[in-house]
């Protein structure tokens, strides 16, 4: 009954380092994205996937990277980390195919500080 | 480009009065409608949904019906509890990708 993990929940990172945000489905949804929650903006989409080897960029792209080597994971990835993307981060997946109605099923989100 | 207009919070209501959250959507061809709701701490959770004019979506008591005519899916509850304390995101998707509101605080004091 896993459905999307998250790891890690909290991090704290020193401008100009870098990391990896986790993120795992267990239901075999083709598609996955990541998602960005600030005060007062909302959630705003980073990058997204369609499937394994297909990644795309959504509406805040800049400073981060992904890749999809498997249908289950999709990492998101700080290469040098500022205070700007100080934010809690959500990893969401959902089914692509007939009938999809576009529902996306959330993971519990992992808090960034950028200090 | 889509996108998803609603109201400002707080919204401050009392235990049992009647809530509204106004949400407008701007987009192409027929979207999907969402409302998500995020408790303190959590992620979203999807609350209900409408995929084409006139279907209304309901759970929880909380209702909303897709109104293609005025390009809105507006979130009511006939008597809100404590309990329903939280962030509400309108949304809308095309496809599989999501696009959100800001998002309503509603805060219910007994």
């Known amino acids: 009954n896993a459905g999307v993990t998250q790891t890690p929940k909290f991090q704290v990172l020193k401008t100009g380092q870098s990391m990896t945000l986790q993120c795992a489905q267990d239901?075999?949804?083709?598609?996955m994205s990541w998602y960005r929650q600030d005060p007062g903006m909302g959630l705003r989409l980073i990058h997204y996937?369609?499937?394994?080897?297909?990644?795309d960029q959504g509406e805040v792209p800049n400073g981060y990277n992904v890749s999809r080597s498997t249908t289950e994971d999709f990492p998101l990835r700080l290469l040098s980390a500022a205070p700007s993307q100080t934010s809690v981060y959500f990893c969401?997946?959902?089914?692509?195919?007939?009938?999809?109605?576009?529902?996306?099923?959330f993971g519990e989100g992992s808090r960034l500080t950028v200090l | 480009g889509n996108s998803v207009t609603q109201m400002e919070g707080p919204v401050t209501l009392s235990e049992e009065a009647f809530l509204t959250i106004n949400c407008t959507y701007t987009?192409?061809?027929?979207?999907?409608l969402f409302w998500y709701v995020q408790y303190p701490g959590e992620g979203l959770q999807l609350l209900l949904k409408?995929?084409?004019?006139?279907d209304k979506g309901s759970n929880k008591g909380f209702e909303a019906t897709y109104r293609k005519e005025t390009t809105s899916f507006h979130l009511e509850k006939g008597s809100v509890q404590v309990s329903d304390s939280a962030v509400y995101f309108c949304?809308?998707?095309?496809?599989?990708?999501?696009?959100f509101g800001k998002g309503t605080m509603l805060l219910v004091s007994p």
């Open positions: 969401a997946s959902s089914y692509v195919g007939q009938g999809n109605t576009g529902e996306l099923f």
């Open positions: 996937s369609v499937g394994a080897g297909i990644t």
């Open positions: 987009a192409t061809g027929y979207p999907s």
């Open positions: 409408a995929t084409k004019a006139d």
């Open positions: 239901m075999n949804h083709e598609y």
């Open positions: 949304a809308l998707a095309r496809y599989s990708t999501l696009t």
